[in-house]
């Protein structure tokens, strides 16, 4: 029979890597609890119409990389969310949640594109998101950019540059918009087949190309900073103002766009040189326009997306090391008989809040130690029939000088809370008699 395996670039997640997901995510859970972001979980499966009228009909991802389908049953068109956003502007206005004000959430979860899988990209990926709606002021631009920084710096990731830029307001764009079709219509033999095809549609996006040969062309564009109006200036300058009053570097990157249609205004990436060619971690921005576009009330939001991937290859590559997960205890039973008075004990350890595998599947003593030992534990509790007899169980060393038999001692059966306390101290054997 032939063997199954995964979907190309949809990839399991296993131990111990896992744990370093785990990390991770407690991480950002307790770092948006500090800035007063609550989560949001929407489903993975959308209507398309909900990404075509979100992130725009000329952009790649609509164009080639979402994976669309036919309901069976009723013939509804069906995407796998390509990204989250979207989704959380649908639930907002599906569930009125700005009818008390503005909100701060977060989410985590995978997203689905159908491209080429390469180092930190793949067809499942993951994303954790911060979105802040029904806030105008500049000050939420700031924060969620300080939010991100302040991940950096909890996860030890150095290395990591942001870039701003404004994108101004939908007037000043289409000015800018209409000075770049001028521009690059004057050096249309310049022009690659992608760039041709967005000329008219989303010439903004010709600024985002990655061709090598259109390079010098498009540092010659005109640039949209030039465009903006005073208080879309005042706006930019007030977040790099914060910025710079919290000790976060920046620089501006005038050609910095996003890839979806709805930003305006700030627009921000977190990069690193250590990922090759997809070295941007983190990005987002103001997407003012984007609820009544999607037929909400009319009300601000700013927000951004980090590749889970991404960032724990970088924590890889930095040499950080696997959280430690090991158990602190490993119980070795010699005979069967012994469950019924050790597993109360370990049960009583697991409510004291120590990790405690217990062995299965039968063997020998020796075959027993040797797992105890390969598991990573700090200690053996052993469920001798001498031991049960006496109402007692022997703790015994795994790690440093597991040799020396003064360090051996045994426990009541009957006082787990005690045990627990010596467990968890850094060298609870060494004063036993």
């Known amino acids: 029979m032939e063997k199954l395996t995964a979907v190309k670039g949809m990839n399991d997640i296993l131990p ?17 609890a500090r800035y007063g972001y609550r989560n949001l979980r929407t489903p993975i499966v959308e209507p398309t119409a909900l990404f075509v009228r979100g992130l725009g009909e000329v952009t790649d991802i609509v164009e080639k990389e979402m994976y669309c389908f036919e309901d ?20 907002v206005i599906e569930h009125n949640l700005l009818y008390e004000g503005g909100k701060r959430l977060y989410y985590m979860g995978p997203m689905f594109r159908h491209e080429r899988p390469q180092r930190g990209r793949y067809r499942q990926f993951h994303q954790i998101g911060a979105e802040a709606l029904g806030y105008g002021g500049a000050e939420v631009d700031a924060e969620l950019i300080l939010l991100a920084a302040d991940l950096w710096k909890v996860l030890g990731l150095k290395n990591v540059r942001l870039e701003l830029n404004s994108l101004g307001q939908p007037d000043e764009r289409n000015a800018h918009r209409a000075a770049l079709i001028a521009y690059f219509e004057q050096h249309g033999d310049q022009l690659d087949e992608d ?6 549609s989303n010439p903004l996006r010709i600024l985002d190309t990655k061709n090598p040969a259109m390079q010098a062309l498009v540092t010659g564009a005109p640039q949209l900073l030039d465009f903006l109006g005073e208080a879309s200036l005042a706006h ?3 977040v790099q103002a914060l910025l710079s009053a919290n000790g976060v570097a920046f620089t501006i990157n005038p050609r910095l766009v996003r890839g979806m249609d709805y930003y305006n205004l700030t627009v921000f990436e977190f990069i690193t040189e250590e990922l090759g060619a997809q070295g941007t971690i983190c990005g987002g921005g103001r997407y003012d326009y984007l609820i009544e576009q999607m037929g909400g009330k009319p009300a601000p939001a700013v927000g951004w997306a980090l590749g889970v991937e991404r960032v724990l290859e970088l924590l890889k590559q ?6 430690d997960l090991a158990p602190d205890a490993y119980a070795v039973l010699p005979d069967t008989a012994a469950l019924t008075r050790a597993v109360p004990l370990l049960q009583a350890l697991r409510a004291h809040g120590l990790r405690v595998l217990m062995h299965a599947g039968g063997g020998s003593m020796k075959s027993q130690f040797k797992k105890a030992d390969g598991s990573g534990a ?11 007899a006496a109402g007692q ?19 009541p059966l009957d006082d787990a809370a005690g045990l627990a306390r010596r467990l968890r101290e850094e060298t609870p054997l060494q004063s036993a008699a």
């Not at 890597?17 to 991480?27: C, I, M, N, P, V």
Request: glycine share 8%.
């Open 236 to 238: 930019f300058n007030t």
């Open 318 to 323: 930095g040499g950080a090391a696997l959280p």
């Open 378 to 388: 700090r200690f053996a509790l052993v469920f001798g029939e001498s031991e049960l």
């Open 72 to 91: 069976r049953l009723n013939g509804e068109q069906l995407t796998l969310r390509p990204e989250n956003t979207a989704g959380v502007v649908r639930a």
């Open 393 to 411: 169980v022997a703790v015994k060393p795994l790690r440093g000088d597991r040799d020396a038999a003064a360090t051996q001692l045994s426990w």
């Open 16 to 32: 111990p890597d896992s744990a370093r997901w785990e990390w991770l995510e407690e991480q950002v859970r307790a770092l948006m």
């Open 195 to 200: 760039a041709k095809r967005r000329l008219h």
